[in-house]
Each structure stands twice: as structure tokens, then as C-alpha cells.
């Protein structure tokens, strides 16, 4: 069995790996949209943009004082399997015509 630890947001409480970098917004996202079964971080072009959206915010935030030293390792390159949500989901609402 694996460890998990309890994450809260705004909708509710998830339950998230505890060795995982990542919140209650992607546990529940690989749940809820796994439509495709491929992550994210399995397309490695993909995790490089995000890399550099998530290193911006990073330096914005810990410029701030709100974030700690350990997230900006996990954006630093070192940890893309921090991105196990499908890269391919439906869209919410009904089909576009």
C-alpha cells in the first residue's frame, strides 16, 4: 500500500502520494481525465514548455517570499515525472459543432 498524505484546495481534500511535489488539483485530475492513459511527463516536449511557465512563476512567487526552496527544485528540470495527469482530456460542457 502506498502512503499517501491529505491535500486541501478550494473544491475539497485529495488524497496524494506523499513522495509526489504535486497538490489536490493533479491527484484529482489523474483520476477524473486519465482519457488517454499517457502522462504528461511521457511526452518530453511537452513537460519543457511547462518547465519554463512553472521556472517563471517560481521566481515570481519565491521573489515574494511564497514558495520554498524545495518547488524550485522540483522546476529545475530534475523531477518531470511530477506531471502524471493525461496530456489528452475531454473538454468540460457539451461538443462544439
Partial sequence: MHK???EVDSLSEAQVP???YYGAENARAV????ISGIPVSYLAQL????????????????GLGGISASKVTAVAGKLSGEFPSACFREAPGPPQT
Fill in 18 to 20: 506523499s513522495e509526489a
Fill in 47 to 62: 513537460v519543457h514548455p511547462l518547465a519554463i511557465v512553472k521556472k517563471a512563476a517560481v521566481l515570481t512567487n519565491t
Fill in 4 to 6: 499517501t498524505r491529505r
Fill in 31 to 34: 483520476t477524473n481525465f486519465s
